[in-house]
T-cell receptor
Framework: KNQVEQSPQSLIILEGKNCTLQCNYTVSPFSNLRWYKQDTGRGPVSLTIMTFSENTKSNGRYTATLDADTKQSSLHITASQLSDSASYICVVSAGNRHNSGGSNYKLTFGKGTLLTVNP | DTEVTQTPKHLVMGMTNKKSLKCEQHMGHRAMYWYKQKAKKPPELMFVYSYEKLSINESVPSRFSPECPNSSLLNLHLHALQPEDSALYLC?????????????FGPGTRLTVL
């Protein structure tokens, strides 16, 4: 069964501090992994997307890493801001890595890490 | 335009009402999705449309009826809902249904069923 586990479940940090969120997955065959930021009551917004051949990808203060061998990913947030308070969701796609036209449509969502940045 | 829009933002309806949720994108995407998200839970896929045709129905009750009138629009018609159907309903789109393409999510419609 495809699963995505995230840790911690919630995290409180002070403004300006760094933090790292973890994601472990058992999705097979692996296609790609994405990190989304979701503000309360709003739709998810994509931060990064990585395929199996990518080890790291940055988007401003967000840096995602991927270890396809250990099936782990992390999202590092640098110099946190109050606006970073949100739920961060790890989403993994299954598919045939050799066929970019794979027909699997379903994403496996983690339950998210709720980040609170306090002043 | 890299945006998925949804209307209304909030909807309150009784169990006997008929209402519709609307989703629109102008990115030329040919795959569109409906998700349901309960509080503190991940989104759950409901329907997938590919090239304006329903390709996936994740065993959703018939009181939810999707419609794709054209490649830019996706509707979700609601009838005889139950209070447990209260949730955030998210629309998403991607260039095509294959997963290598990123899904863009709309802001959601917060539905409350009384």
């Amino acid at each position: 069964k495809n699963q995505v586990e995230q840790s911690p479940q919630s995290l409180i940090i002070l403004e300006g501090k760094n933090c790292t969120l973890q994601c472990n997955y058992t999705v097979s065959p692996f296609s790609n992994l994405r990190w989304y930021k979701q503000d309360t009551g709003r739709g998810p917004v994509s931060l990064t997307i990585m395929t199996f051949s990518e080890n790291t990808k940055s988007n401003g203060r967000y840096t995602a890493t991927l270890d396809a061998d250990t099936k782990q990913s992390s999202l590092h947030i640098t110099a946190s801001q109050l606006s970073d308070s949100a739920s961060y969701i790890c989403v993994v796609s299954a598919g045939n890595r050799h066929n970019s036209g794979g027909s699997n449509y379903k994403l496996t969502f983690g339950k998210g890490t709720l980040l609170t940045v306090n002043p | 335009d890299t945006e998925v829009t949804q209307t209304p933002k909030h909807l309150v309806m009784g169990m006997t009402n008929k209402k519709s949720l609307k989703c629109e994108q102008h990115m030329g995407h040919r795959a569109m999705y409906w998700y349901k998200q309960k509080a503190k839970k991940p989104p759950e896929l409901m329907f997938v449309y590919s090239y304006e045709k329903l390709s996936i129905n994740e065993s959703v009750p018939s009181r939810f009826s999707p419609e794709c009138p054209n490649s830019s629009l996706l509707n979700l018609h609601l009838h005889a809902l139950q209070p447990e159907d209260s949730a955030l309903y998210l629309c998403a789109s991607s260039q095509v249904v294959e997963l290598y393409n990123e899904q863009f999510f709309g802001p959601g419609t917060r539905l409350t069923v009384l």
